[in-house]
């Protein structure tokens, strides 16, 4: 993940927490106050927009910022709230989108990661472990890997 994406994550966390904190301060609070709602309302709906306002910030430390590779042919995921190890052999395919978001299909699901050149060096590693890695074209191009029939190398 580059600074910039992690910067714009950061700064886009921040910006919807405080305008839910400042939403449910500057609206919900007087307004709970003017029609006399219960408690239990006010505390539901403070918790739901609260919710919302952390979402992205949730999502933000589920994001893998780290790959490694392991000698024995296991790719570590790392994100700030979790790790996740998947077996190169497991790897069914790379997809690379517009956006800048790297989708890596396994046997038990998926990892999404924003486009870094950190992942360069561990994704091409990925191929050599395991060939049989559905890419298009532009994924590898990208990573440098050229594919044969035969075999499959890294420039």
């Known amino acids: 993940m580059t600074v910039g994406n992690r910067a714009y994550a950061a700064v886009f966390s921040v910006f919807c927490f405080a305008v839910t904190v400042y939403f449910i301060i500057d609206e919900l609070l007087p ?3 003017r029609e006399h709602w219960p408690i239990t309302t006010l505390v539901a709906w403070a918790l739901g927009f609260l919710a919302f306002g952390l979402l992205p ?17 296991e790719c570590e995921f790392q ?7 998947v077996r190169a052999q497991q ?13 890596i299909r396994h046997d038990r ?9 950190g992942f360069v060096d ?4 990925l191929f050599q472990l ?19 029939r035969r075999r499959l190398t890294s420039s």
Do not use: C, H
């Open 31 to 33: 307004q709970a106050a």
């Open 57 to 73: 910030s949730f999502l933000f430390a589920m994001t893998p910022y780290k790959i490694t590779m392991t000698d024995d042919g």
């Open 79 to 85: 994100s700030l709230l979790r790790r996740r190890r």
């Open 91 to 103: 790897i069914r395919s790379i997809e690379w989108d517009d956006d800048g978001k790297i989708t």
């Open 109 to 117: 699901g998926k990892v999404k990661i924003l486009a870094d050149r």
């Open 122 to 125: 561990p994704l091409k590693r």
């Open 130 to 148: 395991n060939p049989s890695i559905e890419a298009d074209a532009g994924v590898l191009e990208a990573l440098g890997v050229v594919r044969d």
